[in-house]
């Protein structure tokens, strides 16, 4: 059987994997290990995608830190653009028999939108029939305008100065979907209720409930007057909400009824949120002359739109010596449409031959979706380990791997969801002098660690284990100093542990020191 996994089924991957870590659907964190060099610690080994290479790091883990809705965002390539260059242009039916004019067989491989040196993000409706792009775009309205070198531009979106320093890289460009739209993946907040109906009877004032997939965290109050509810005070936002609804319990009254509105914790720009809300769905953007035909006649010759929408109009341009069909003209664009045809024809003189091709709107429109549109099939990840008060997040010592785990547990087995965790066996002893960064200890219950972070202030030995076999009567030996007898003041295990969790995404790395004055800046690309 012959499957198709479209470019669009792996942006709705890529987005699942986003509403998930922005709606606290599943739990996500990085794991930093391995102290271990590399053979060529300039250029580390690539991993290996088995379950002994990631046993092995699961073994070298130190600590966690959890990814929160702000970390994670929609990634589409970037392509600046540069004076002079031919950009594809958007078209509903590019395949391997009618490619871009880049040469892409698919439209998500061709190069038909662009950032400009201002962070606004563009997509090319029309090249000018592959004309070189001279006239950087500026506009930020909602429709589509042409410049002086007859490209026709859409504005999609500015990426805002945060995502600029967290997403933006040479290769990728963040993108969002606002919300406000039930389309959306992520909504965020509850910002506010709208009453459709305050119902009757109500003598006192009844409790709100709000219900989604969000974190359940939102609250309101309700007011009423006169036995109908009037109005809801929101007094907790809650998070990560897609959908919502509200419900009125007790209070003696019945048939109340209100709407959700939900508000976006980003505050992304307002400029992409006119442009969503401008958006018109199965629009036509543009009509290619597949046929020139013979014979019409400028005075008489009519086009005309067929398809499922409504209101398109176009209009026919002829070479007056030869009678051909040289361009049409979209005049109105219409709506509604999922598909369009035209027919050509002349009311007087003998025209034949002539056939043209329509091009529609993606779904909801342009603008109406950016990830769908751009086909944002990647997630950036980005963390900032800035966690050294707790002691959780090693310091004095290098890491060399980098891991993302979902769902990690607890030794009790909870998953945990607390900011930072420490993966090491800590150990309390009567004097650090007989330990160093490195060092290999072992147990008399047969355990096996590598000395990770030494705190001096406190006495504290953190340990990885590759046997974590130990307790607070163990005796413990030095074997790279050949240190034996050691005893063991107190014993705090691991946080969390590091057999648990799904490692979904494993990146070899130069070695990284952490020290106490520096906050290290975590990227990871997630590609779907």
Sequence with gaps: MALVLRRLGRVELAR???????????????????TEAWSDDTSPELPIDNDSYVSAFRRSMMFTQ???????????KRTNWTQGTVYDEYDDNISSSQQTYSGASNLAEGIFFIMTDEFKVYKCISNNNNGTSTVKPTSTGTSVFELSDNYNWKFMFQISASDQNKFLDADMMPVRKLTGNPTHDVTGEVDSITINAGGSGYSSVPTVVIQGD?????????????????????????????????????????????????GDADSLPTLQSAVEGAAVSGTLDRVIVTSAGQDYATSDVQVTV?????????????????????????????????????????????????????????????GSNAPRE??????????????????????????????LIKNIRTPAGVTYITNTSTTCHIINVASVGSY?????????????FTVIQIDTTNKNIYLTSTNPAITVNSTL?????????????????????????????????SPIIRSADQVEQIKALIRF
């Design 16 to 34: 699942t994997f986003h509403r998930d870590v922005r709606n606290n659907n599943d739990y996500f964190h990085f794991a930093v290990g391995r």
């Design 477 to 509: 030996t030095n074997t790279t100093q050949s240190i034996s007898s050691l005893s063991i003041n107190s014993l705090t295990d691991p946080e969390v542990d590091n057999a648990t969790g799904e490692v979904i995404y494993l990146d070899n790395r």
């Design 214 to 262: 969000g974190d359940g965290l939102a609250a309101g109050t309700a007011t009423i007057s006169g036995g109908a509810v009037t109005g809801v005070t929101i007094s907790a936002s809650g998070s990560g909400y897609s959908f919502a609804f509200i419900s009125f319990t007790g209070g003696g009254g019945a048939n109340a009824v209100g709407t959700v509105n939900l």
């Design 66 to 76: 959890r990814i929160d809705s702000a970390d994670v965002c929609l990634l589409a």
């Design 374 to 403: 751009l086909f944002a099939h990647n997630v950036g990840v980005t963390v900032s380990f800035s966690d050294n008060d707790n002691r959780d997040l090693i310091l004095g010592n290098d890491f060399r791997q980098i891991a």
């Design 436 to 448: 160093a960064v490195d060092d290999i200890i072992t147990s008399d219950d047969g355990g096996s």
């Design 306 to 366: 067929e398809g499922d929408g409504t209101g398109a109009e176009a209009s026919a341009y002829v070479n007056s010596a030869t009678g051909a069909i040289t361009k049409i003209r979209v005049t109105n664009p219409g709506s509604g449409y999922s598909y369009a045809t035209l027919k050509i024809t002349n009311t007087a003189a003998p025209g034949t031959g002539a056939s043209a091709r329509a091009i529609v709107s993606p779904q909801g429109g342009h």
